[in-house]
């Protein structure tokens, strides 16, 4: 058993603000030095505690505590934890039983140190207890989450205020838990949880990478962006399970074909990588709603009409020289990019009948799609960035839209206001921002021509 006794700061602050109390009658306490003692030992959690649930904590974590203040009756025995990235733990333990809900004690260790604090809160204000005596024993220094901490403490302290005491002593464990949505950046971490692991962010180098087979609850796999010339492994792709893979820029020319057994996959992105082609295969993923492509400018699009669930498709960049016949294969289709791609000429778009949003920004567009007018369920476009459009013969035509709501109009070098803009009543959102418009009087006329529409100039 090792003992570490040291004198800390608030034992400095303590005497010092004692001794500047002037507006209390009671004679201040004499030699109130703090005392700290830390222990570490092998511990045995002799006694049971049934805890009441207060917040409803997960039956999957141990948070029992029966910390008592001696001069009450009442029990302190609900523990919420909080441990950040420099292993700083703190602990609150509150009180299940109304009347009482109003203390809180609060542990807080930082490597070999520790501070505990009593707080009593009122209508008026709180009461602060510092401790002139504090005894932690626990069995291990906290070290990383899903650790099992147990202990026991007694601690004396006074009021700054009016100088009266308090002793409390219990015994407590938990685990360390992580926070509410915890991303695991690092697999052999999710592979010794306890937890149900649903989301990891994986190095490309990870050593364990062929252990992933072993979470079997994994729901979302993202490798870290940037990481370059990764080498697939089979075990990546036995997990059907997956809904999420994200493998952006990972330069990858090509996409195993047992992608294929993915089947709960509803999101893949592989956005800037250097794929020659699609798999086929993808389509075996019934359940594919988003595909992110942007950034492969040397692919050959041709499979895309095979994954004729998808609702979400990002082709940003891509080095269109024109539209793929084959999207209007995607009859699902709800959201397409088709930005940067400066040498598509966009003559006409396909026949999406579903869709609600289309960005056409950074085309160095001249003429809208010829059958534009044919989107009857667009609801948001994106044109920014398109200087030499003809905008009143484009805006005319965007007027046949019937359920057109959001306009992006940034950076278009619009000089002026066309008029044909005073006409969109429907619209809820109209973005001219970024744009050479000078005439605030015009600016002004027209959110008042607009009355139900966020104009952001």
Same mark, same amino acid.
């Given at each position: 058993?090792?003992?570490? %006794? ?34 570490? =030992? ?9 805890? #009441? ?88 220094? +906290? ?6 901490? &147990? ?18 002593? @219990? ?30 962010? &994986? ?29 697939? #492994? ?7 399970? &997956? ?22 996959? =509803? ?19 019934? =359940? ?32 269109? =020289? ?22 598509? @000429?966009?003559? $006409?778009? +396909? ?28 609801? %948001? ?47 809820? $959102? ?7 418009? &000078? ?11 607009? +009355? ?6």
């Amino acid at each position: 058993m090792k003992y570490i %006794t040291k004198n800390i700061i608030i034992a400095f602050l303590i005497s010092s603000s004692l001794s500047c109390v002037n507006s209390v009658t009671k004679e201040s306490p004499q030699d109130y030095s703090l005392v700290t003692e830390l222990i570490i =030992k092998n511990i045995s959690f002799q006694k049971k505690i049934e805890l #009441t649930a207060c917040e409803n904590p997960s039956d999957e974590k141990i948070k029992s505590a029966n910390i008592k203040l001696n001069d009450t009756e009442n029990v302190l025995n609900y523990i919420e934890s909080e441990f950040t990235d420099d292993r700083h733990l703190k602990l609150r333990f509150t009180s299940c039983d109304p009347t009482f809900s109003n203390t809180t004690l609060e542990l807080s260790i930082i490597n070999t140190s520790f501070l505990i604090t009593l707080r009593v809160h009122s209508e008026i204000e709180d009461e602060i207890y510092y401790p002139i005596y504090q005894q932690l024993i626990i069995n291990d220094y +906290p070290k990383e989450y899903d650790q099992e901490i &147990i202990g026991h403490l007694e601690f004396r302290g006074i009021s700054r205020d009016n100088f009266q005491e308090v002793s409390l002593s @219990g015994d407590f464990k938990f685990f360390i838990e992580r926070p509410k949505g915890y991303i695991y950046r690092d697999l052999a971490e999710a592979i010794r949880s306890k937890e149900k692991v649903t989301k990891v962010i &994986i190095d490309c180098n990870d050593k364990q990478l062929g252990e992933i087979g072993k979470l079997k609850n994994l729901k979302s796999l993202i490798f870290n962006k940037g990481c370059r010339n990764r080498v697939f #492994t089979n075990e990546i792709f036995q997990l059907p399970q &997956i809904e999420i893979l994200d493998f952006e820029g990972g330069h990858f020319e090509e996409i195993p074909l047992d992608i294929g057994n993915l089947t709960s996959l =509803k999101s893949l992105d592989l956005r800037n990588n250097r794929l020659k082609e699609l798999p086929k295969t993808l389509q075996q993923c019934k =359940k594919l709603e988003k595909l992110y492509l942007e950034g492969n400018r040397g692919c050959d699009f041709s499979n895309l009409q095979y994954y004729n669930t998808l609702k979400e498709l990002d082709l940003e960049d891509c080095n269109l =020289k024109k539209i793929p016949n084959n999207l209007q294969k995607l009859v699902h289709l709800e959201n397409l990019v088709l930005s940067k791609n400066l040498n598509c @000429g966009f003559s $006409d778009i +396909p026949k999406l009948k579903n869709l609600k949003h289309l960005n056409l920004s950074y085309c160095d567009l001249k003429n809208l799609p010829s059958n534009i007018e044919d989107l009857h369920q667009l609801e %948001t476009l994106s044109l920014s960035g398109n200087p030499q459009l003809e905008w009143n013969k484009a805006l005319k035509r965007l007027l046949k839209l019937p359920n057109l709501k959001e306009l992006n109009l940034q950076y278009c070098e619009l000089k002026k206001i066309p008029k044909e803009l005073f006409q969109f009543k429907k619209l809820d $959102d109209l973005n001219l921002w970024n744009n050479d418009i &000078i005439d605030f009087k015009e600016e002004n006329r027209l959110r008042q021509g607009l +009355p139900n529409t966020n104009v952001a100039t």
